[in-house]
């Protein structure tokens, strides 16, 4: 039997840039439009929903999945990788409009050059209306993953992000009732990229711009003092895993999660803390909080949403 990709699980659709809009040194936004995006959504907050997008290759042609089947996954990476395009993932910063009018809003950061460039993030600083990109994308009605901020009954919030996380925490205090308490401290390399964030009354929102600084030093040191610590280890890790991924149900390292001990009577327990960015610095802040301060690991999500010098696999 012929599939077409409307009935995967899933979308997997060629998508369009509708507008363009340079935020600040370091952020671009790109509203991507498609009649497809009318079946685009999650059923509650999208939060920090995650995507996925594949750039156009060297010749600028994007791979064809019009008769994707659920092997569609194994077909394209039997392309071979100069022609298939790059694969990079990207947060849901906002769904704007609705039906055919569904306007899907990712904001990219703009990294480097030579060396420390990579597709996405070339990509983004190049945007034009007109451009296209494949989205592989949650499809409402049906289960996607891709949300990890699950605060259970936490009665205060701690988000911890780089520039790579702004979109996702943005999004998530976005969809945070009025009556949300906690802190968010966010790292962006200048003072310019500082934006305007709309939070509610019990959450504040710390902007540390780097301006030359070393990675994830200021952010550390801050999210100790937050809570009452002065920092001890490095903030920065030098043995990672790129693929760091620590959640409450997850891990990357193969921890059996529902065995880990809970920490109760601790003085952490009412917080839950979302953390992402690069990752030798959420490792650094891993070890802070749960093996110097003795977090219950079941309260925080630690993810490496990049990791210095290496190009993330597709
Ligand atoms: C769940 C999730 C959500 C994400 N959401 C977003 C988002 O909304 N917006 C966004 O911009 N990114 C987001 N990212 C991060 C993004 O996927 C990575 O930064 C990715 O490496 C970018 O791909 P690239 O092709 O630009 O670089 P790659 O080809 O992956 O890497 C090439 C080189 O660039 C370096 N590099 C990559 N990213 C950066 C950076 N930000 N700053 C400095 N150097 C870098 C690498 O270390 C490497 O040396 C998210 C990642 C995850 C896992």
């Known amino acids: 039997m012929t599939t077409t990709a409307d009935q995967l699980p899933l979308l997997l659709e060629e998508i369009e840039v509708v507008r363009v809009e340079k935020l600040s040194p370091s952020f671009v936004r790109v509203e991507f439009g498609s009649p497809a995006l009318a079946d685009l959504g999650v059923d509650g907050p999208l939060y920090d929903q995650r995507i996925k997008l594949i750039f156009p290759n060297a010749a600028g042609r994007l791979p064809s999945f019009e008769s994707a089947d659920d092997s569609w996954w194994e077909t394209w990476l039997d392309i071979p990788e100069g022609e298939r395009g790059a694969m990079r993932t990207y947060t849901v910063r906002a769904l704007h409009g609705s039906g055919a009018d569904t306007r899907l809003v990712v904001d990219f950061v703009v990294h480097g050059e030579g060396d420390a ?19 592989m994308a949650p499809r409402r009605g049906v289960e996607f993953g891709g949300i990890e901020f699950d605060p259970g009954t936490a009665k205060r919030l701690l988000l911890v992000g780089d520039e790579t996380a702004v979109p996702a925490v943005a999004a998530i205090l976005e969809c945070l009732p009025a009556t949300a308490r906690g802190a968010v401290f966010l790292e ?20 540390l711009p780097r301006d030359g600084a070393p990675r994830a030093e200021a952010i550390h040191a801050a999210v100790l003092e937050h809570l009452g610590e002065e920092p001890t280890g490095p903030a920065v890790a030098d043995d990672v895993d790129p693929d760091l991924w620590e959640t409450p149900t997850y891990s990357s390292s ?13 003085e952490f327990d009412d917080l839950y803390a979302w953390i992402a960015g690069e990752s030798s610095m959420v490792t650094g802040l891993r070890r802070a909080l749960v093996k110097g301060l003795g977090i219950d690991r079941h309260q925080v999500a630690f993810m490496g949403y990049w990791r210095l010098g290496v190009a993330m696999r597709s």
């Open 117 to 135: 460039s990579g597709p996405g993030g070339d990509w983004g600083a190049h945007a034009a209306v007109g451009q296209r990109v494949m989205t």
């Open 188 to 207: 962006v390399p200048v003072a310019d990229d500082v934006l305007t964030q709309r939070a509610p009354d019990g959450v504040k929102v710390h902007w």
């Open 254 to 266: 193969g921890e059996d999660v529902g065995a880990a001990v809970r920490a109760v009577g601790h």
